[in-house]
Structures are given as structure tokens and as C-alpha cells.
């Protein structure tokens, strides 16, 4: 295997490209960087495409059975110099593998909630820490999935990946818009629930969660629009009582997705059933 020095290699051009969403979009691909990230993209080893390593930074023998993993799905590995890994890493000090996947996404019409499934539906979040975050929150709590609609940032962004420490190799994801979402609620069966800020919301708290379930977001700055509001089937928000008079999506979508967890299992403990 012929290791790799120049930068200006053009198979390394084509996937410092997928630091861009545009790029993204048009080819299908992204670029997963880190031991542990690489890990977790191997639970779908059908969707790498290629594994890049640099062998100075390589000390683990983890990393060990990730390249046996590929080696055995006949995925290509390409070696590369530390300064070559450089100009593709987005860390200060990179752990020395990164891989190449396919998007996998889901068809709304494909998403059935049913039993305790829980969905997180996203209106227009724009910042792709905060959907890392979520991802990496909805995964802890057992989640299904989460709807992303209209103007989402993408959950392939390196930053998302990083933030949802894997978790978004995990979860259903799809992408559509409110006009879809609207048809597709109409069939579905899982309860449809905002958490907004308008009077008449009831306390999240207070709230009594069923299943299956829909919870809807809004965007950082302006919340759930008029329409996805009208759609839910029950609206509810969160109390502050300091100077401040909101959270960050990501810390009020933990909130509600940690109360809905917790009302299951104490539903599961008054039932004698196990965790």
C-alpha cells in the first residue's frame, strides 16, 4: 500500500470537499473523523466506502479491529501521511482515522410509530451542535429517530457527527418539509406534541406522556411556526422563573425528552415490568 504525502492528492481533495453540506448533498457521502466515531459508523459497515488512516497517529488496538473489520468487508483503506491527515481533520490533535460513508437516510412514509416508539420532529435548527446534541440525548432515552423539516441543518455535518457521539449511525433520520409532515400526520398514529411558549401550554411536568410519540421542536430563534403549532395534539412548555426567558434548543429538548423517559419507567415500575 503506497502511503499517501501530498496534500494536494486528488482523492484527498474529494473528501476535504465533504466538509461542505453542498458537496454532501450532491455525492451522498460524509466524512467521519475519531476512533470512537469510526467505531460506531462500523455498525453499518455496507455504508463506508473508504477508510483513511495515518499510521503515526494509529496507537490502539481498537483501531486494530476497526481496520480488520474493514479488511474483512473488503472496504478500501487508504494510508496517508500525518501533514496529508492534517489538511482532512477538523481536530488539533487527530486520533489518526477517519472514514467515508454514505448517508442513510429514511422515507417519511416509511416511519410507522407504534408500541413506545418516540420521535423527535425538528422545526428549522440551524445549529448543528444543538442537533448533535439532540441526536446524542434522543439516543440515551431510547428514541426512534428524528424528522427534520424544512431549512434543517444537516445531521452529517462533521460538527453534528462529533456531537452526537455517534449517535447518529443509530437513529432513523428524515428529511421533508411541513407540507409532507402535515399529510403524514394525518395517518399516523403517534401523538403529535409542541413545546412552545404561549399561553395556554400546559407544564411540561404536569403533562401525562403517551406513546407513541412525537415530540416537536421549534427553531433557536423563533420557535414552532403558526402551522406546526395547529397540527399538535397537545402543546406544552417548560417554566423559568430567572432572567432569562429561554433555553438552548438542545438543553429544553434534553428537558422534555429526560421527563418523558423518566414518566416511562416510573410507568414500567408501578407495573412490575423491567427497564
Known amino acids: ?41 462500523f455498525s453499518h459497515p455496507e455504508n463506508i466506502r473508504q ?4 499510521p503515526d497517529n494509529l496507537h490502539s488496538s481498537f483501531a486494530d479491529e476497526l481496520l480488520e473489520k474493514a479488511v474483512s468487508h473488503s472496504i478500501e483503506i487508504l494510508e496517508v501521511s500525518r501533514e496529508a491527515y492534517a489538511t ?4 488539533e490533535n487527530p486520533q489518526g482515522m477517519g472514514v467515508v460513508i454514505r448517508q442513510s437516510w429514511c422515507e417519511l412514509a416509511d416511519i410507522r410509530p407504534a408500541g413506545n416508539d418516540l ?10 451542535g444543538n442537533l448533535g ?29 462529533r456531537a452526537s457521539t455517534g449517535a447518529v449511525f443509530h437513529l432513523e433520520l428524515v428529511h421533508t418539509d411541513t407540507d409532507h409532515f402535515s399529510v403524514w400526520k ?22 401525562r406522556y403517551t406513546s407513541p410519540l412525537i415530540l416537536m421542536m421549534g427553531s433557536e430563534r423563533e420557535g414552532l411556526t403558526p402551522a406546526l403549532t395547529g397540527l399538535c ?29 423518566n414518566q416511562r419507567r416510573e410507568n414500567r415500575h408501578t407495573k412490575g415490568d423491567a427497564l
Open 186 to 207: 394525518k395517518d399516523t398514529k403517534g401523538i403529535l406534541l409542541g413545546a412552545v411558549a404561549v399561553p395556554g401550554a400546559k407544564d411540561y411536568h404536569s403533562y
Open 233 to 261: 395534539d397537545g402543546l406544552v412548555s417548560i417554566p423559568m422563573i430567572g432572567h432569562v426567558d429561554s433555553l438552548n434548543l438542545a438543553e429544553a429538548t434534553a428537558v422534555m425528552l429526560y421527563e418523558i423517559f
Open 119 to 128: 420521535y423527535v420532529a425538528l422545526d428549522r435548527v440551524a445549529d448543528p
Open 88 to 91: 482532512l481533520s477538523g481536530k
Open 133 to 161: 446534541t439532540i441526536l446524542r440525548t434522543l439516543d440515551a432515552c431510547g428514541g426512534r429517530g428524528v424528522i427534520l423539516l424544512d431549512q434543517c441543518t444537516d445531521p452529517y455535518d462533521p460538527t453534528a457527527i
Open 1 to 41: 500500500m503506497t502511503l499517501i504525502t501530498s496534500p494536494a492528492n486528488p482523492r484527498l481533495k474529494e473528501i476535504r470537499k465533504l466538509h461542505d453540506r453542498k458537496h454532501r448533498a450532491e455525492t451522498g457521502l460524509a466524512w467521519v473523523e475519531g476512533l470512537r466515531a469510526c467505531g460506531d459508523a
Open 51 to 54: 477508510v483513511i488512516v495515518c
